[in-house]
């Protein structure tokens, strides 16, 4: 979206105060929810204070927002609560993320303003404790300390107490045994560097904190040991800040708080990019047992994680895609790793995590090229819970990889009834682009059929790219048939949107124009005759390039004629030149 307007500091600090005054923390939060989750969109932003959007809601449901920035008493949504709700939150981060603005001030707006209040506040020097279930009352981010302490005139203290000489020398001895100790071992070595970090607080500057007491430790290792030196010790501080959520045999879902959320995302974005570093596991096959460790580890973890944290089951994926499977030569250990997965069912019963055990069963047979059962699990898997779309796209892109065209192709039709749940425009496009892939290098026939019927199944979500589609395959008359059908007005549509229908097959253009004449007639105002005079000038045009120029007369001489009683259209037509 084009933003003509800015927002300048003290416009921003207003609308923080403001958001602030009108909204409780807990809609806050559950506003942000619904932003991270991408539900949130803009519309219309007619001026700096009105802004128009919509958030998707439940069984293609949309909860219309609008809001008056100045008068937020006087927004407005659709929805059932009578006042400000969670929606009006989740538009407002949408466009305050447009702008550049920090999404975290409006959503720590509550926290910063009790911790401003006070003269001196205690966390600022030993951590206040806080729950995951009260995200309101959990302490501010490093960053918001670092604000704080040059507001107050407080010099920031390193929470790292200084360890006595003997305590660093055993650390010093533990760290050059690490290359030789088992996975286990380096978490309880990491356990004793982070001995001193408070863990009251599971937020950023704990994970930091805790990061920097690891690191400081680390002795000289080999490439491949540093790099799963640094991947373990992510890990391990990600396991402190969501394990007192797991194991939750009473709940499968449980929410964290906020402050540990973002310390967790934070986390699992270094995660990522550790394991998708190049791995020279080649060049030292003598410690492939090490990452053989870290998939029983994260095997452990992910198999009890609560349904909505996901954070060791994607870490999973990502060891085997990027690690094990472009480096494994020998089968058996798929083998192994599908045995130790169904057994899991027998050994943690109730406890078990259905939806990334499924998963990762799938992944396995799909590494084995064992397409029945790998799709099969992926079906139970989605009737389990919701599939993030990045987990279908796993499959497709390593298939596209590999330029096996005629398994992605049984791919993408097994995948496609999957994604009609609620599927996004990203997706949608992504997953176009792999049909294009199989048509250009197919010689079935049925492969563009496919991409069509896919399409349309995926409607009304995959509309703005089912009409790109037709126009970029040169299917004008499916694309008139379609708009024709949905009653889309041509002034809609940039010229040059029509211009390549105009060039190949004008004619498909007529019943789309007139139509639209006859409407905007109806309309009986002057904008609407102002509307079908634009649209009889491209009519006009339309029959000269057709050299049908006595049709067009005899047309709007007849036209003219019938609408002779109506002294404003009649005006207008003059002013077009379309009568004399």
């Known amino acids: 979206m084009n933003l003509k307007y800015m927002l300048d500091e003290t416009e921003w600090q207003m609308l923080i105060q403001r958001i602030r005054e009108s909204f409780n923390d807990i809609t806050i939060k559950r506003g942000f929810e619904q932003y991270k989750q991408e539900l949130a969109h803009l519309m219309k932003i007619s001026n700096p204070e ?23 008493s006087e927004s407005h949504c659709t929805c059932s609560v009578p006042s400000y709700c969670k929606h009006m939150v989740a538009v407002l981060l949408a466009y305050v993320n447009q702008y550049g603005r920090s999404v975290h001030a409006i959503v720590n707006s509550h926290s910063v303003a009790t911790l401003t ?13 806080t729950t995951n279930q009260q995200p309101a009352n959990a302490g501010p981010t490093t960053e918001q300390n670092a604000e704080l302490n040059v507001a107050l005139d407080v010099e920031p203290k390193n929470s790292l107490r200084k360890r006595n000489t ?3 020398l055993q650390l010093q001895e533990l760290a050059n045994k690490l290359p030789s100790m088992p996975i286990q071992d380096w978490h309880a070595f990491f356990k004793l560097c982070t001995s001193s ?12 904190e805790a990061l920097a007491s690891i690191y400081k430790q680390q002795p000289e290792l080999s490439p491949v040991l540093d790099q799963m030196y640094k991947l373990h010790a992510q890990l391990f501080v990600l396991d402190k800040l969501v394990r007192p959520l797991k194991n939750s045999k009473i709940h499968r879902n449980v929410f964290i708080g906020f402050h540990t959320q973002v310390a967790a995302d934070d986390v699992q974005k270094e995660i990522t990019r550790i394991l998708t570093e190049p791995f020279r596991i080649g060049d030292e096959l003598e410690l492939w047992s090490r990452v053989s460790e870290t998939s029983d580890y994260l095997r452990s973890r992910m198999l009890v994680e609560s349904n909505n944290l996901r954070y060791f089951s994607a870490t999973y994926d990502l060891l085997w895609l990027h690690w094990i499977h472009p480096n494994l030569k020998d089968k058996s250990m798929y083998e192994e790793e599908l045995e130790q997965l169904r057994s899991a069912e027998n050994e943690l019963k109730t406890s078990l995590a259905k939806l990334p055990w499924l998963l990762a069963q799938s992944q396995i047979h799909f590494f084995l090229d064992q397409d ?3 799709l099969d699990l992926l079906r139970q898997a989605n009737d389990k819970g919701v599939i993030p779309p990045e987990r279908f796209f796993l499959f497709l892109q390593i298939l596209s990889k590999k330029e096996q065209w005629s398994r992605l192709q049984d791919w993408l039709l097994a995948i496609g009834p999957m994604m009609l749940s609620r599927p996004r425009e990203q997706h949608i496009q992504a997953y176009v682009n792999l049909w294009e892939q199989v048509i250009q290098h197919s010689s079935s026939s049925d492969s563009e059929q496919h991409l069509w019927d896919s399409l349309v199944r995926m409607l009304p979500y995959s509309r703005k790219i089912y009409e790109e589609t037709l126009l970029a395959h040169s299917k004008w008359q499916q694309w008139m048939d379609f708009q024709l059908s949905s009653g889309t007005e041509p002034l809609d549509f940039r010229v040059t949107v029509l211009k390549p229908i105009e060039k190949n097959a004008p004619e498909l253009l007529l019943p789309f124009y007139h139509q639209a004449v006859e409407r905007y007639i109806l309309l009986k105002n002057r904008d609407g005759y102002k509307a079908a005079v634009k649209l009889l000038k491209r009519l006009s045009k339309l029959y000269l390039k057709m050299k049908q120029e006595t049709r067009w007369e005899e047309f709007i001489t007849a036209f003219a004629n019938r609408h002779s009683r109506l002294r404003a259209l009649q005006e207008e037509l003059r002013k ?3 009568i004399p």
Do not use: M
């Open 166 to 168: 003997a305590e660093q």
């Open 50 to 72: 009105h802004i128009e959007g919509f958030v998707e809601g439940k069984d293609e449901e949309r909860y219309q927002v609008t809001l008056n920035l100045d008068t937020l």
């Open 576 to 578: 077009g030149k379309l």
């Open 117 to 129: 209040q006070q003269d001196r506040p205690a966390h600022l020097t030993s951590p206040a404790k």
């Open 197 to 208: 970090v408070g863990t009251d607080s599971p937020n950023v500057q704990y994970a930091q």
């Open 372 to 374: 029945e059962p790998a």
